[in-house]
């Protein structure tokens, strides 16, 4: 077997749910299943990757042959996340983080009542956000990750995508359309339009979610060239 497309690279993916603690017993969580995460990982991993799988709550187990890394809250899986992201060459951001977090995680057991209960809840830490603040704060000729974020859109899909791309400061942005049959969370398959900077860069026929991640690398790896050798 010869030399593979991503020899020598570390790639960095986030995959499945994130889960915010209400009290010992209960959590705020979603959907996510992690396959489409699960998909970049193995693939990335079959390109000759070095692979971190920095993983939530998911429906199915990881591959093998990756470097797993179990967290729970959106808080957690920043820190391990942002400290791993000097020594990556392509991040993936496949996860469902939670947009929100109870403000007051309770130590004890909420008791029941007669009376109505309000969870009071605050906003997490935009992962993504953040990782492309910290690329924009580097200094010029420094290693800097190429960053994938996803993004589930049931309307305006293009609009919402570009603008999520700017606003977070993404390399690309792969949009499902989660209203269109055999997309979205727990399948097999997916339905993406990927989007650049310059707008549509690949709109892409239902795949398994295998074939999307050999896809979505192979336009990581064009990004990664185009930006040049890194150290
Ligand atoms: O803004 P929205 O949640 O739709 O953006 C989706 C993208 O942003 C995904 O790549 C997801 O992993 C990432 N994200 C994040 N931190 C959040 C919310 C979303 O990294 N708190």
Request: one cysteine or more; glycine letters at 8%; hydrophobic letters at 40%.
């Given at each position: 077997t010869g030399p593979k497309p991503l020899d020598g690279k570390r790639v960095l993916v986030t995959a499945g749910g994130t889960v915010e603690r209400i009290d010992p017993v209960r959590y705020i969580t979603n959907d996510s299943s992690g396959k489409m995460g699960f998909a970049i990982a193995e693939a990335a991993r079959d390109r000759g990757a070095k692979v971190t799988l920095v993983v939530g709550k998911a429906d199915v187990s990881p591959p093998n042959g990756v470097e797993v890394v179990a967290v729970r809250s959106a808080a957690e899986m920043r820190d391990a996340v942002m400290c791993r992201l000097p020594d990556s060459d392509i991040v993936v951001k496949a996860a469902a983080v939670a947009d929100y977090r109870p403000a007051r995680p309770r130590a004890e057991k909420i008791k029941k009542s007669a009376e109505a209960l309000t969870l009071e809840l605050v906003p997490n830490p935009d992962i993504l956000q953040e990782i492309g603040e910290w690329k924009a704060s580097r200094e010029d000729g420094a290693r800097k990750p190429f960053v994938i974020g996803f993004a589930a859109e049931t309307t305006d899909v293009e609009k919402h995508a570009t603008d999520k791309l700017r606003r977070k400061k993404s390399d690309l942005i792969v949009a499902n359309?989660?209203?269109?049959?055999?997309?979205?969370?727990?399948?097999?398959t997916n339905v993406v339009s990927v989007y650049g900077p310059n707008g549509l860069v690949a709109s892409l026929p239902l795949l398994s979610k295998k074939d999307v991640a050999g896809r979505i690398l192979d336009l990581a790896q064009d990004g990664l060239r185009a930006s040049g050798p890194s150290s």
């Amino acid at each position: 077997t010869g030399p593979k497309p991503l020899d020598g690279k570390r790639v960095l993916v986030t995959a499945g749910g994130t889960v915010e603690r209400i009290d010992p017993v209960r959590y705020i969580t979603n959907d996510s299943s992690g396959k489409m995460g699960f998909a970049i990982a193995e693939a990335a991993r079959d390109r000759g990757a070095k692979v971190t799988l920095v993983v939530g709550k998911a429906d199915v187990s990881p591959p093998n042959g990756v470097e797993v890394v179990a967290v729970r809250s959106a808080a957690e899986m920043r820190d391990a996340v942002m400290c791993r992201l000097p020594d990556s060459d392509i991040v993936v951001k496949a996860a469902a983080v939670a947009d929100y977090r109870p403000a007051r995680p309770r130590a004890e057991k909420i008791k029941k009542s007669a009376e109505a209960l309000t969870l009071e809840l605050v906003p997490n830490p935009d992962i993504l956000q953040e990782i492309g603040e910290w690329k924009a704060s580097r200094e010029d000729g420094a290693r800097k990750p190429f960053v994938i974020g996803f993004a589930a859109e049931t309307t305006d899909v293009e609009k919402h995508a570009t603008d999520k791309l700017r606003r977070k400061k993404s390399d690309l942005i792969v949009a499902n359309d989660v209203t269109a049959e055999g997309a979205g969370f727990g399948t097999d398959t997916n339905v993406v339009s990927v989007y650049g900077p310059n707008g549509l860069v690949a709109s892409l026929p239902l795949l398994s979610k295998k074939d999307v991640a050999g896809r979505i690398l192979d336009l990581a790896q064009d990004g990664l060239r185009a930006s040049g050798p890194s150290s």
